[in-house]
């Protein structure tokens, strides 16, 4: 059986395809670098992240972008040839919702090496690429303008020419959803003659949901399928929250699978999920009226779901240990946020030495190494050498959901005793909480542990004595969906250094180990 997720922790909007005998799926990364995530596998159950095809400025500019932005819904697509990878970036959530769609493509996807980015337009968010069986490729849109009170203005077609590398010919609203709910991920497949529409409705919080319409021509009209295919609501006892905004690939076989996105909570009683929306995964099947069906019946998800019937692949072995002092490069598992800070790191062998930069509130330039959280019990250490001289040089371990979401963990030094000092910090809805907890220490060299259980996180740190507890436990709430405004993402663990005096003061990380306790 396979288990649901099936990507776990901050990997949502799941797109699909597969070449020859590989799967693909590529899923949001929002304001984190690199961009898109992509995992492969070759039985559906086990999973790698593979490589992320936006790992240039060229191809992807995240500075500035607001918590939350960035990267939204990328579309994976094959054309037996070529792959493609349509994404938008987001860089104003507000009324005008300023959304730049560009387009990637790759003749080998095993490589990881994608092109340089064609602009395609900025007609709202969640595009996706059409391969029709006469040749043509087509854009598909929703327009969202909020300014004047609306939340979807329809689904729009034009037409893309590979060759010219731009849009061509009249851009026309070919659906337009009649109960006025906001439609998003929306995929355009084809079967028996048949245009589909697979489409996320509900918004992507408790009432997110996974429906589909059909036309026996591309520019409709559509009807709409008189079920929902895939939802969770008004179900707490559910492993899987949230279901919806989804996907369709089909085995050598001839099994249909869709994968989708899903939530699990982090604490059962307070219904909060600070792993986020995750990846998931059904079997699918085509009834006798010509619309998909779940194969386990009805129309919710399941934890647990039948593997194809080709499954041989063995889990590969995953390495959360990361050893610094043993590498020259950071390890595909880590991302940076918005932007890469190559500039900021060396490696030798004492570790990983990280320049500090930005304050942890900004939208810019910051030295931070972080990890998705994927499960509700786990901890995290990780061992640094800092020498700070004021209070604006600061290193440590932080459990984050955004620039106004976290906790601290850090080092620094007092102004007023120039004294080493651990302490830490919290900052709740962009405002910070000082929390007084502040310990002097001697040495140079410390380690830094997160435990966290579920909505109860705990930091502790060694001293010449052993370990010690350090601070009052910390509510993961903080960091959860559910505690952020239009929050859709998830947290993350990682490792950072502010210098908000001169940008130069350095600290080395050892290491930074992550331990995974339960699903």
């Known amino acids: 059986m396979i288990e649901n997720p099936i990507i776990r922790g901050f990997n949502p909007d799941p797109s699909i395809i597969r070449v020859k005998d590989t799967y693909y799926i590529a899923t949001s990364t929002f304001e984190w670098w690199p961009g898109v995530a992509v995992y492969s596998s070759k039985d559906l159950k086990n999973w790698r992240l593979d490589h992320y095809p936006l790992n240039r400025i060229s191809q992807l500019n995240l500075q500035g972008v607001p918590d939350g932005g960035g990267i939204w819904a990328p579309c994976l697509s094959y054309d037996g040839n070529e ?31 994608w092109s340089e980015p064609v602009y395609l337009n900025s007609l709202g968010f969640d595009p996706s690429l059409f391969h029709d069986d006469d040749g043509k490729k087509w854009l598909l849109n929703l327009d969202n303008h909020y300014a004047e009170g609306k939340r979807f203005n329809g689904l729009w077609l034009q037409e893309y020419d590979h060759n010219q590398k731009k849009l061509v010919g009249e851009v026309k609203q070919f659906y337009k959803e009649p109960h006025n709910e906001l439609v998003e991920g ?14 996320a409705q509900g918004g992507t919080g408790w009432r997110h949901s996974a429906q589909m319409s059909r036309s026996d021509n591309l520019m409709g009209p559509y009807e709409d399928d008189p079920q929902i295919l895939l939802h969770s609501r008004d179900n707490d006892s559910l492993y899987i929250q949230k279901a919806g905004h989804a996907d369709i690939v089909e085995t050598p076989d001839g099994e249909i699978y869709m994968v989708h996105l899903g939530s699990r909570y982090n604490d059962s009683e ?6 986020g929306r995750e990846t998931c995964i059904e079997k699918v099947y085509w009834n006798e009226d010509g619309w998909l069906r779940l194969s386990h019946g009805g129309n919710n998800p399941s934890r647990y779901i039948e593997e194809p019937s080709n499954t041989e692949e063995k889990a590969q072995e995953r390495n959360l240990n990361f050893d610094f002092k043993t590498k020259m490069a950071l390890d595909k598992e880590l991302m940076a946020l918005r932007g890469p800070i190559d500039d900021r790191l060396t490696f030798s062998g004492k570790g990983l030495t990280v320049a500090g930069s930005d304050g942890l509130l900004s939208k810019f330039k910051q030295s931070l190494i972080a990890h998705r959280i994927e499960e509700r019990n786990m901890t995290a250490e990780t061992k640094l050498e800092f020498e700070p001289e004021c209070e604006k040089h600061m290193a440590g371990l932080i459990v984050m959901y955004d620039t106004g979401h976290w906790h601290y963990l850090y080092i620094s030094c007092s102004n007023d005793t120039g004294k080493r000092t651990i302490n830490t910090l919290t900052c709740n809805h962009h405002k910070l909480e000082y929390t007084h907890e502040q310990e002097v220490i001697s040495d140079t060299s410390v380690t830094l542990k997160a435990y966290i259980n579920e909505s109860d996180l705990q930091f502790a740190y060694n001293d010449v004595s052993g370990e010690k507890k350090f601070g009052a436990v910390k509510d993961m709430r903080v960091v959860t969906d559910e505690n952020v405004y239009l929050g859709f993402t998830g947290a993350v663990i990682g490792i950072c250094v502010q210098d908000m005096y001169m940008r130069e003061k350095e600290a080395t990380f050892e290491y930074f180990n992550l331990e995974n306790k339960n699903g």
Do not use: Q, W
Not at 270 to 275: E, I, L, P
């Open 270 to 275: 307070d219904k909060t999920t600070y792993c």
């Open 83 to 113: 792959a493609f990878l349509v994404y938008t970036n987001v860089k104003e959530r507000g009324p005008f919702m300023t959304t730049d769609n560009y387009l990637v493509y790759t003749d080998d996807i095993t490589s990881g090496k």
């Open 186 to 199: 929306t995929h355009i497949f084809k079967h028996d003659g048949k245009y589909y529409i697979l489409k």
